[in-house]
């Protein structure tokens, strides 16, 4: 069944009822499917970029595809329960046409894969995160050629204004409710100057603003030869002519160091936009998570970051009804969202993930009702204060990165990350783009400062009062 995949020796197993029949045909399209983080989403982005350097066409759903790809998530139940209705849809068109290669990438795809291949008969290939090898050797060898001298940066061939760029792989801390250090590995880095390189590529081709990915972004280059870190890199990048922003996600409280506030606070191009997730607000819960600070600990890093870079936007995840959470300290995390004000909160229900510290060693013991309850709870409470905290924009002037146009309105973001929709009122710049008239500017990939004029929990609305030259 290997050789008749075309699949080299380093490629791994494939299973598919499918698999028997086909007859070997030159791919000509993929269609990718993602669910989960944005490590996920640039993973999907880089396999499709290594693939269109083949020659194949990115098309629109499975059906038109020769090449199908589900990039997996675990992270929750609702995810994994997502891919599994997403691999049966491939079902039936696998039985049509065997020829189609179906890989399964991602977090799904641990170190045994032959549990996933009974389930999933019809996938031919089962690569973990970032593994994209083993599909580009059959890909290779369908077409005849040596991918290896066919692929060169795997940066988005053709990216819109905003683009991810994985910069760490992997995570060395063992949350116990966390699956991610088992199907990502150890931390990795990527050296600066290949993500410089990266950088300057993307900007070429469009791109006005980077978010640098990692599991945690903050621990950057502890691993590398000469230990630069995340201020190093945000320093390194900043002189990158045509790039506008730089963010990075996600920090983990123990990493976030003084020098990464301060380059914050001095490099004009780093947004003051900082996502720390606590997870919870009590210290005994904390301690079962393995996150490594105390309630305290998180608070006084939160007024560190707040007095080192001024009107920073702040956002946290969140899980509730994690192993033993009682009343009282699920109270506790109440109190830290209402007492730092977070812009943003991502809330989830604590779910037992096979394989982690917590699911081998803890009792999920907290009922599913009273899950239900905190998070809608919470949910409520940062609805209040998201409510408030956009409110107090009202009526100011605000620097948005135009992204696209969405039902007749543009649609970009604050340096803070805040969605705003604009209306465009200002009369065309000069120079103008080509096809611009005085009423049809295209705005995308434009830094225009918007008024703005109304506010909800989730985004910001408002007129355009300037925009930039270029
Ligand atoms: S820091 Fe914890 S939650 Fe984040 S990826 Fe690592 S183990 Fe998972």
Redesign the pocket.
């Known amino acids: 069944m290997v050789q008749q995949l075309g699949l080299s020796r380093r490629a791994q197993p494939v299973q598919g009822d499918g698999a028997d029949n086909h007859v070997s045909k030159k791919p000509r399209s993929f269609f990718i499917w993602t669910v989960g983080c944005q490590m996920n989403k640039a993973d999907s982005e880089r396999l499709g970029s290594a693939l269109e350097q083949l020659g194949l066409t990115p098309v629109g759903t499975p059906g038109e595809a020769d090449v199908v790809v589900f990039n997996s998530c675990v992270v929750r139940q609702s995810a994994e329960d997502k891919v599994a209705s997403a691999l049966g849809t491939v079902k039936p068109l696998k039985r049509e046409r065997p020829e189609t290669v179906v890989a399964l990438m991602g977090c799904m795809v641990g170190p045994q894969t032959r549990e996933l291949a009974r389930r999933f008969p019809y996938v031919d290939l089962f690569m973990r995160p970032q593994e994209y090898r083993p599909l580009l050797d059959v890909i290779g060898e369908r077409l005849g050629v040596d991918w290896e001298g066919c692929v060169g940066s795997l940066a988005p061939s053709h990216p819109g204004v905003t683009a991810y760029v994985p910069v760490i792989h992997g ?5 116990t ?5 088992y199907r ?1 590995g150890r931390q990795a880095s990527r050296p600066v100057d290949e993500l410089v390189r990266e950088v300057e590529r993307l900007v070429a081709r469009g791109v006005r603003e980077v978010t640098l990915l990692g ?2 972004v903050d621990a950057y280059g502890a691993d590398l030869p000469d230990g630069p870190d995340l201020a190093d890199l945000l320093r390194a990048l900043h002189p990158v002519a045509d790039l506008e922003r730089i963010r990075f996600l ?1 920090s ?1 409280p123990i990493f976030m160091s003084e020098r990464i506030i301060q380059a914050v606070a001095e490099l004009d191009k780093v947004c003051e936009h900082i996502n720390l ?1 606590v ?1 919870a607000g009590n210290d005994a819960v904390l301690d079962a998570m ?2 490594g600070y105390t309630r305290g600990e998180y608070l006084r890093l939160i007024e560190r970051i707040r007095r080192g870079i001024p009107d920073v936007a702040l956002s946290t995840d969140v899980i509730v009804g994690f192993c033993g959470e009682t009343d009282e300290q699920f109270r506790q995390t109440a109190s830290l969202l209402q007492e730092v004000a977070f812009d943003k909160v991502h809330l989830a229900r604590y779910s037992t993930r096979p394989g982690t510290i917590a699911a081998r060693k803890m009792e999920d013991d907290v009922p599913e009702t009273v899950k239900e309850q905190r998070l809608k709870a919470l949910e409520e409470l940062q609805t209040g204060i998201a409510t408030r905290n956009n409110a107090r924009l009202k009526g100011t002037v605000v620097e948005v990165l135009v992204e696209a146009r969405d039902d007749g309105k543009w649609r970009g973001r604050t340096r803070t990350d805040k969605l705003v929709f604009v209306e465009d009122l200002t009369p065309a710049p000069f120079p103008r783009r080509e096809g611009e008239t005085a009423g049809k500017t295209d705005l995308t990939g434009r830094t225009v400062s918007v008024e703005v004029t109304h506010t909800s929990p989730w985004s910001l609305r408002g007129r355009t009062v300037r925009r930039d030259q270029r």
């Open positions: 995570c060395d801390l063992f949350c409710f966390c699956i991610i250090p990502r599991q945690t996600t983990h997730p997870q393995h996150r």
